[in-house]
Each structure stands twice: as C-alpha cells, then as structure tokens.
C-alpha cells in the first residue's frame, strides 16, 4: 500500500493542493491502492524522512518520492505494466512543458482569484506561516496580491485560451483518453473547488465539458472531494 502525505486545510479531510490532485489522479489512474495521510504547511517534521519541505510526498515500501512530477515520472517507471501516464519520451518532455506552463500560466492567474478563498480555510496553526512566506514571495500583502477579483478571473480565462482548441478536437488533453497532462490541468481546479464558491468556468466553454470528464474518472473520485459544487 502507498501512502500519500496530502495537504489538508483546517478540517483533515479538505485537501486542496493542486500537485496531491496530480498525484492522487496519476495513483488512480495506475490503478494502485493507497492511503493519505493529512498534512499542514508547518509540520515539515512529519515529511523530514523524504528531504523535501513540500508535498507531495510518496512512500511506496522502502521507495520515497518527493515532488508531483518526480512521482509521475516514478509511477511509470516502478509500474510498466499498468496504464501509462505519459507513453514515451517524446510524450514525457511535452508533458513535463505543459506542467510548467500550467504552474506559470493559468494556475499562477487563478492564484489570484482564490488566494483569499485558500487563507480563510487553511488550519489556524497554519495562517501565520502562509501569510508571511507568500507576502515575502510577492513583495506585498496578500490582499493587494490578490487585487480585483473580476480582474484576476478574466486573466485566469483568458490564459486558458490555449486548450480551448485541443479540447474541442480532442476528448482529453492528453487525445483519445486521459493522461498525466489531463490530471496537471484537473489538480489546477481542484484546488480552486475545494476552497472557493467562486464560478470559475462559463457551461458553454470546451474546458467545463472536460472538466465534467475527468471528474468523473474513476468512478466519480474528484468530484466526491469535499469542496464546493461545480456550478451549472
Ligand atoms: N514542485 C512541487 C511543489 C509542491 C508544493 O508547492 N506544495 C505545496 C502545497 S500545494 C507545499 O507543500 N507547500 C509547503 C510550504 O509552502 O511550505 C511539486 O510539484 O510537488
């Protein structure tokens, strides 16, 4: 059994970082049984053993993995047998450019939008640490990183504009079926749905129809998450 240490907000069973949805969707879709464990921003003793001060973090029996991307590459690797994330190396560097562009793109717009929404419901022994590690990031108070939020959710759309035209040809950004680039793009908007009631997506954008896809993946596992519901 893997175990997956999986960042929680203040009650256990609201885990909303984006890279434990990679990795937990990516787990799924290999197929492989595992159990989470509840972690906060401050308990950097809990994960000491892997090195790393960030989750996701796997212990796959004598195996430890840290980092989203380092445990897709490692699940392929560790689980030849069953169903590929990323078919190749030619499919794991456009993977690994879509991730990137993700994490600076589109998920750095959203931030914005929800940054609020992520301080309000994160656990109280965590909120000093979080308000001071990201203003030191931005060089400012949260709230004036965060600024208008019509602004912010237009610049989120609008950094979206390049899937729109995979996904009306394709079912999946990975093509015909869901791959790690899917569970990337997916983990971006769970970690939205699972602290913000703010509607992040027009029914009638290409990227709701995906959406509503991958969600219902692996018998419903996302969309079973605690959080708020996908508007209609
Ligand atoms: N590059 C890492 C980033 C992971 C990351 O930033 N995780 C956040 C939660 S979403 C974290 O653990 N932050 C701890 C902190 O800020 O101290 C990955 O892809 O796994």
């Not at 175990?3 to 969707?25: H, I, N, V």
């Not at 169903?83 to 750095?108: K, N, Y």
Request: net charge neutral; aromatic share 14%.
């Amino acid at each position: 059994m893997i175990t997956l240490y999986d960042l929680a907000g203040a009650e256990d069973d609201r885990r909303f970082s984006p890279y434990c949805w990679r990795a937990k969707m990516a787990l799924k879709h290999k197929g492989l049984e595992f159990e989470t464990v509840p972690w906060r921003f401050t308990e950097k003793d809990a994960i000491a053993f892997s090195g790393s001060k960030t989750v996701p973090v796997i212990r796959d029996g004598s195996t430890v993995v840290a980092d989203s991307w380092n445990i897709a590459v490692y699940l392929d690797q560790a689980y030849p047998s069953r169903p590929g994330l990323m078919d190749g190396a030619a499919m794991v560097a456009l993977t690994d450019f879509f991730q990137q562009w993700t994490i600076r793109s589109p998920q750095l717009a959203l931030f914005k939008v929800i940054l609020l929404d992520i301080f309000e419901r994160i656990h109280e022994k965590d909120k000093a640490y979080f308000r001071e590690s990201r203003e030191k990031r931005f060089g400012m108070r949260l709230e004036e990183w965060a600024g208008d939020p019509k602004q912010a959710l237009a610049a989120f759309r609008g950094a979206l504009e390049p899937v729109r035209p995979v996904l009306v040809q394709n079912r999946f950004v990975s093509g015909h079926g869901p791959g790690y680039a899917d569970y990337v793009l997916l983990g971006m908007f769970q970690w939205a749905r699972c602290v913000s009631p703010t509607r992040l997506l027009e029914p009638d954008d290409p990227v709701y129809a995906w959406r509503e896809r991958v969600l219902d993946l692996f018998d419903g596992y996302a969309r079973a998450a605690k959080g708020y519901p996908v508007w209609a």
